[in-house]
């Protein structure tokens, strides 16, 4: 009987788990992001592990507590901890600390260039080339999010009543704010910087065109807006939290103003946690809150691949590897999903 089932799990594996490994950390997956040929992944238990293509992945004990946050600086990775922590991760497992708030938490970083950036309470911490902290802004209440524009020339920072976008000058720093009432979570320039969008806690996304501040109300869903992603040249903003993966369109002078967003990727009965872009095929990933992952693209007519079945814990994190080749994807309970994305691989 053992063995007719194990043949039944089998014939229903999707092709990616059928080559690639499956791995349960017994850590929920908070974050994935990719470094040269690495994957690093940071995990409820304060670890962060290096997955790379033949090899077992690399398990650095980075925090005492949560890894709340991480971003990508050149050959390293940013976290931010439960433990007050704001650290410089090699892939070979070196750690270099560059600073400690103590019981005060590490909600958030953000890195471009030389900048490392973190937030703590209400407050953003910037370094620049050396250890020295250059800055830091104060903000009306605490952080919900943080990201830099593709210049590295703007700094958005989402709290509560809207984002302060910020702007080096000569050394200083001078903030602009858009407002909108409520609380702001993570937030996104777009790729061409005409937009600026933050996802709510009502429920909503809420954008501005950045030159004179127009709103873009986005409505409608029935949860929580966990992730977007931008896809495409046109550009499409893709968002979870609902049934399927919305993708709202920002192209032309209105961007998504009075239009209706392209909707793939139908869940059924489960609704959308996490989405990610597959660069250059004009594609998305969208996780579900039962664990399954389906690949599609930006086209309500084509049918979506399914990626992964489910695991019965909802999906946290999906990253691509810099040459396309992986795809790694983990949810709340620890599973982990590795595979080459292409058969030939």
């Not at 009987?1 to 950390?25: H, V, Y």
């Not at 800055?135 to 209440?141: A, F, R, V």
């Not at 499409?236 to 032309?252: E, H, I, K, M, Q």
């Not at 992952?293 to 930006?298: G, M, N, Y």
Request: aromatic share 8%.
């Amino acid at each position: 009987m053992n063995a007719d089932l194990e043949k039944l799990q089998e014939s229903n594996k999707t092709e990616l788990e059928r080559r690639g490994s499956i791995i349960n950390t017994g850590a929920p997956v908070t974050e994935a992001i990719t470094i040269r040929d690495h994957i690093a992944v940071g995990f409820g238990d304060g670890t962060v592990r290096f997955f790379q293509s033949g090899s077992e992945p690399k398990v650095v004990k980075a925090h005492k507590g949560v890894v709340f946050s991480m971003a990508r600086n050149g050959d390293y990775v940013l976290t931010g901890g439960e433990d007050g922590r704001f650290l410089k991760i090699s892939s070979e497992g070196d750690i270099d600390e560059i600073a400690n708030f103590g019981s005060r938490w590490v909600d958030y970083v953000a890195s471009y260039k030389d900048f490392k950036v973190c937030s703590s309470g209400n407050t953003v911490h910037i370094w620049s080339k050396s250890k020295e902290k250059i800055n830091s802004l104060e903000h009306q209440s605490t952080v919900g999010g943080l990201t830099f524009d593709n210049k590295g020339k703007r700094l958005a920072v989402s709290r509560y009543g809207g984002v302060t976008v910020w702007k080096q000058n000569n050394n200083k720093w001078t903030s602009s704010n858009y407002s909108w009432k409520g609380s702001h979570g993570k937030v996104t320039f777009s790729p061409d910087g005409r937009y600026l969008v933050s996802s709510m806690q009502e429920n909503q996304i809420h954008g501005w065109r950045i030159n004179d501040k127009a709103d873009l109300a986005m409505s409608g869903y029935p949860a929580k807006i966990k992730s977007f992603t931008w896809v495409g040249d046109t550009p499409y903003l893709v968002t979870s939290g609902s049934s399927d993966a919305v993708c709202w369109p920002f192209d032309g002078k209105e961007g998504p103003m009075g239009r209706k967003p392209v909707c793939v990727a139908n869940g059924g009965k489960e609704l959308a946690t996490f989405v990610k872009v597959l660069d250059g095929e004009n594609a998305v990933f969208t996780g579900f809150s039962d664990g399954s992952v389906l690949l599609s693209e930006i086209d309500e007519s084509k049918k979506p691949i399914r990626i992964r079945n489910s695991t019965g814990s909802e999906v946290t994190a999906i990253a691509v590897s810099s040459n396309r080749e992986q795809v790694l994807i983990g949810d709340l309970q620890g599973n982990i999903l590795i595979s080459s994305l292409w058969a030939d691989n």
